[in-house]
């Protein structure tokens, strides 16, 4: 297997499985955070191809928040938290009690207060994946940036040239009362990471033919 489409659609089921509960690991961990209850919904994972992946966001030029953190140790791969201006919003005056009005002004405790957040989303996941798999992994320190999807996307797409011109991608919709916000995870482990993670559910994801 050396594309994320070849797998079928048990191994799609096994994806969503860990989707769910990594969403519902950040719920309870960003509930905790503001001290309020946090509905979410089902998490979207799809398998796209890295050029379809901005425009689906709002383009090249729209402004997202990126914490990056990649995995080594028994699997492989990065791990990538997006937010979108509202759920930041939501998040920092929930944690500062500060007006954002911005995201391209973000003072230093602002940004710390991002990565901290990014950290929890992607090892929400992470945590998810180990204690199903029964695997170790080593997480590196969050790099967080604010810039534009194109340029926060450059950084996965040159990791992976050479090993695959698609990613895994969660959308993440969390409701705050009336109001309803949406995040992304971008999983990208490599390959051989991706053919262990099934044979260790016992599951090998090849699409039919």
Known sequence: ?????????????????????????????????????????????RIMEFNEVPGMLGGIEEVRVGVLLE??????????????????????????GMEMEDITCLDPMSMSAVSEIGNIMCCSYINALTRMLDIKVDVSVPDTCVDMIGAILSVPMIHFANISDELLLIEDKYHFGDLSVISHVLFLPEIESLEQIFRALGEIGRADV
Do not use: H, W
């Open 71 to 96: 995995i080594t140790g028994d699997i492989r791969g990065i791990f990538m938290f997006l937010s979108s201006a509202p759920f930041l919003k939501v998040m920092l005056e929930g944690l500062l």
């Open 1 to 45: 297997m050396n594309r994320y489409s070849e797998l079928n659609e048990n191994a799609r089921g096994i994806l969503m499985e860990i989707g769910n509960i990594g969403t519902g690991n950040a719920v309870t961990s960003l509930s905790q955070m503001l001290d309020r209850p946090i509905d979410m919904e089902c998490p979207d994972v």
